[in-house]
């Protein structure tokens, strides 16, 4: 009897040591003293671990105090023996989500979901957490799960476009983000990222349909109109290039722009309108050596000499190692009958290149009609043995030399 009176009274004991941690761990938590809590509540467990509400109030005392692995082993044994306790299984996986465990956060999720099944917020935070660390196809198919509950949610369908488009599902991709690009901002440009890769993969037509769909909601935007442009343009759709290009002129007539539609008159067989675009080029960027020389070489192709050589000078003047515009200079000022100025022009482009057949030929005229005679021999014979396939040229050559040389000999 004595002995049995001993063991009850120990009991009792527990039971009040029990409680009077409880009471303690109530009112600690009752003033938000979480850490005040926390050893109070240790207690009541060790006399009491099967205590889901005290277990529960530890975890989240613990979370309270930054002790996020803590609160998660406290909330994953919760879990383990009360699954269907939900709110326990949401801050564990707030918690492994902020942990970076986004697998087992994702599980945490989906077992949240499987208890709500009419509730999208749990399947949504799933997809979320499986599109951090699954296979995109998970990713898919998870997404997929919560737009059948909430069709008209624009993150769940966002999601599911990335994650068709990591699975390289592009064309799926595109639908998705079309279906929700008039509804939100955010589309625009994944959409213009999607049509980069379109265009690598050789799906060149569905990327220039979703660069048209940009420009037409962009109207006002001269680098949308000039780059949709230029890709029509390199895409050989030259009249519709022409209408882009000259919206992004009108809009913003930079020198680029106006070289740009300069170059899509040029292949429309519109002399006259491309030329009068690379003077507007030429004059709004007056220091850029390319427009200068382009310009110089449609005032060429009009003989137009003078001002072809004013445009070459600049552009040589702009860029010193430009060959091109000291051989087009070189060529005009001879048109002009300037020969010496010619033959400094070739000087100068032979410092930069070897020069060509055709420059030294020109060489041999500008020396000829100075009658430097000595060195028109030395320039034509240099022409002939460079065998250049010029026919006219060589026979001209050719004659000139016999005549140059009769010359040299009498004197």
């Known amino acids: 009897m004595h002995r049995l009176a001993t063991v009850k009274a120990s009991l009792l004991l527990v039971a009040a040591l029990s409680a009077n941690d409880l009471r303690e761990a109530a009112e600690a938590l009752g ?20 205590n889901v509400n005290a ?5 989240y005392a613990l979370q309270s105090t930054g002790d996020e692995d803590g609160a ?37 999720y989906g077992a949240i979901a499987a208890g709500s099944p009419d509730d ?24 997929r799960r919560v737009l059948e509950l909430d069709p008209s949610s624009l993150d769940a369908r966002l999601g599911l476009a990335r994650s068709l488009e990591a699975s390289g599902m592009l064309l799926e991709a595109v639908e998705e983000y079309l279906r929700i690009a008039d509804s939100t901002p955010h589309a625009d440009q994944p959409l213009l990222n999607l049509a980069e890769r379109l265009e690598e993969s050789g799906q060149r ?10 420009a ?27 209408g882009f290009l000259e919206r992004s002129v009108k809009a ?28 507007l080029a030429a004059e709004a960027d007056p220091g850029n050596a390319s427009g200068r020389l382009r310009y110089g070489s449609s005032l060429l192709q009009r003989q137009e000499f003078e001002g072809a050589a004013r445009e070459y000078l600049a552009a040589a003047e702009a860029d010193r190692t430009q060959p ?31 020069p060509s057949a055709a420059s030294v030929y020109l060489r041999a005229i500008c020396q000829d009609n100075l009658q430097m005679y000595e060195e028109a021999r030395d320039s034509y014979r240099a022409f002939l043995a460079m065998q250049p396939g010029m026919e006219d040229e060589v026979w001209k050559a050719t004659q000139r030399l016999q005549t140059i040389e009769k010359v040299l000999r009498k004197r």
């Open 31 to 50: 003033r938000n003293d979480f850490a005040g809590a926390v050893p109070h509540l240790r207690a009541a467990l060790a006399d009491d671990p099967e």
């Open 55 to 59: 277990r529960f109030n530890l975890a």
């Open 72 to 108: 998660i082993e406290q909330y994953s044994l919760i879990a383990s023996r009360q699954p269907d306790l939900l709110e326990a299984r949401q801050n564990l996986a707030t918690l492994l989500m902020q942990a970076g465990r986004f697998g087992e956060a994702a599980d945490e």
């Open 120 to 143: 999208p917020a749990p399947r949504m935070l799933a997809a979320m957490a499986t599109e951090r660390t699954g296979p995109p196809e998970a990713v898919v198919e998870a997404y």
């Open 205 to 214: 037509d569905t990327a220039l349909d979703i660069y048209r769909r940009h």
């Open 216 to 242: 037409s909601m962009n109207p006002e935007d001269p680098a949308v109109q000039e780059d949709l442009g230029l890709l029509l343009l390199e895409e050989g759709a030259t009249g519709e290039a022409i």
């Open 252 to 279: 913003d007539p930079t020198g680029r722009r106006h070289s740009a539609l300069a170059e899509a008159y040029r292949r429309s067989r519109c002399p006259d309108a491309a030329h009068e675009q690379l003077r």
């Open 324 to 354: 091109e515009a000291w051989n087009g200079l070189a060529f005009a000022m001879y048109r002009l009958n300037n020969f010496p100025a010619a033959l400094r022009a070739l000087s100068e482009s032979a410092k930069l290149i070897p």
